[in-house]
């Protein structure tokens, strides 16, 4: 094992580490977004937008993810190819497939990240957000003051869950060619005839990996249990 | 069943409990004779939920000895089930089983420890139900009832399996206060029919009325027993007094 | 309109691959699930933690990576290629269920686990209380109780266990999405087949939450089924 990662695929993991975990961590801010984004909308009194937010979950957790990340990532692709060549008005500009890419992880998460926040949202009383009028807060004031730091405990546990499923999810990244773990892994094996030491070094990477997010994420829980006292 | 020559149904001897380090039972001795009833009282975090748990085994203690109808009690699942089949237990949430009928909430016991056959069992049931005066509600399920009919329901499946003691740890505590009286109601005809009841209440009308003996407890240990009369009009220790004075206004 | 039936039908080719992959082994990973969370239960201490920890290791590795190596990795180990072993890991289709049942088993045994745990404590020693030995008091209290805390997670488990067939296809089995990939790659058409495999996608989840809710419907509180079952 040591001599394959002697022969330079050690390098080649390090950026590849550096890949997935740079698309994973983009993904996952982005996903949070949508998630607190689609949230406020579905509660909003905009019409039909409760309707579109539950119509976008249910659609995007009921389809394979390699499904729809193929699909957003050509029509992103596409959209962005077009796009450049319009403003740059060359015809050759091209665009790493990285972003529609971490576009495409984005919108498949954040389905699951405006579950997690609905459910956040449902669970805080009434009487808050009453309470927080009754102070005199604006709507902004007590939707940043009362309601987000409350549902941030709420659903942080399962924070720390997306936060492993975007990791794993851009190893499906590997099918389109960006060169993640999961990739390196399997050229690696291809081209040494040696897969079980490529794959197992991607395995170790993802466990090591998936120890140390538990980790920060029960000390990050830790934290928000202490400051708002134990209820 | 056998009937000791003083016919004692529950006697405790000696009996101490701690969880780790804190001693919450000390040396409780009660003895307590066939159809007698006994009210348990005391502040909060006395012992005295802890001490009818272990009479019927929930709890284990680590000193001393517990007798329920002859048998001395061990934590042994055949001990634990034999001292179960005797004595019947009323929590204070109710505790039905959500998925079942009342009606199967009854006779789940009678057929699977006593193999009673379902028709039989049914029947008993359904005569117990009618004794809480609720036989309507057979086909119902937990959910579907009032607090106070689940805890007549808990009382009936308690029944059906003809115990000869009744341990009710709190059974009015966690209901509305109007639903308080059908369930102490209950309680008193069971009384009337000869049951012998050992109860933990704050309910201290219903001691006056029903108790042959009311107990005081407080920090694990037994500070004073008496009759109803004495207890409530000439306590002797100031500690009882002083608990007195706080649950009757 | 054409060209779309000629895909559907061709796509369709492949449902019977992606349902088979889909069901074996849900009822493979769902015994190995019991199994485990059974050990995990039973034998408290390092028993249980190796086992939790074992859980934790495949839940954190991508199924894919999972799928790579029963599929690529396997088959170098003699004793898998010159035993009965052979027929088992020689057949892409079959790397996939025993990748599927063992992811499954993964997340299914953390559910059961749970759902065991938040059983409440009230309701085990009612039973108890009522001379139950420990068997009756699993069948009474305890699993009704699994499934009341538990059956929401699965349902969402399941689901994710039939999308995650999709991957069969990146070991060249032939299910739904391998025909909609072949199409893509043969016509350099994208939406068509991968519309058309999410509209099977689709109607096979929403079945199957329906088939679930109505399990759950008969065996759960207001079940008569049940009744008749104790």
Known sequence: ?231 | MPDSPVARSVEIEKMSKWFGDFQVLSDIDLSVKQGERIVVCGPSGSGKSTMIRCINGLEAFQNGKITVNGVELAQKSRVLEAVRKNVGMVFQQFNLFPHLTVLQNCTLALTWVHKTPRAEAERIARRYLEKVRIPEQAGKYPGQLSGGQQQRVAIARSLCLRPSVMLFDEPTSSLDPEMVKEVLDTMADLAQDGMTIICVTHEMGFARRIADRVIFMDQGRIIEEAPPSIFFENPREARTRRFLEQVLH | MELMIAYTREILGGLSTTLSLFLVSLVIGFILAAAMAFIQIRFPGHISKSVWNLMFCIRGVPMLLVLYIIYYGLPLLPIVRETFLWAVFSSPFWCTIICLAIVEMAFTSEIMRGAYFQTPKEQIEAARSLGLNGFQTFRAAIFPAMIRNGFAAYTTEVILLCKSTALAFTVTVMDVMGFANEIRSRTLDIYEPLLIAGFIYLCITITTRLALSWIFSLISVAGSARAEAL
């Open chain 1, 1 to 231: 094992m040591l001599n394959y990662l002697e022969q330079g695929w050690g390098h080649q993991f390090v950026k590849a580490f550096g890949m997935s975990f740079s698309i994973a961590i983009i993904s996952f801010v982005l996903s949070i977004i949508i998630g607190i984004g689609a949230t406020l909308l579905a509660s909003s009194r905009i019409r039909f937008a409760a309707a579109i937010v539950k119509f976008y979950t249910y659609l995007f957790r009921s389809l394979p993810g390699i499904l729809l990340l193929l699909l957003i990532f050509y029509t992103a692709d596409s959209l962005i190819q077009s796009l450049v060549k319009f403003l740059t008005g060359t015809s050759d500009a091209s665009v790493s497939p990285v972003v529609p890419a971490v576009l495409s992880t984005s919108i498949v998460l954040g389905a699951y990240a405006t579950e997690l926040f609905k459910a956040g949202w449902a669970d805080i009383s009434a009487g808050q957000h009453e309470a927080g009028r009754a102070l005199g807060f604006t709507r902004f004031q007590s939707l940043a003051l009362i309601i987000l730091p409350q549902i941030y405990r709420k659903v942080l546990p399962h924070l720390g869950s997306l936060w492993l499923i975007s990791m794993k999810e851009t190893a499906l990244l590997s099918i389109i060619g960006i060169p993640d773990i999961v990739r390196i892994a399997s050229l690696g094996a291809r081209s040494t005839g040696a897969p079980f030491t490529f794959y197992g070094i991607a395995i170790a990477i993802f466990i090591a990996f998936a120890f140390a997010s538990s980790r920060v994420f029960s000390y990050l829980e830790g934290r928000s249990r202490r400051s708002m006292g134990a209820i």
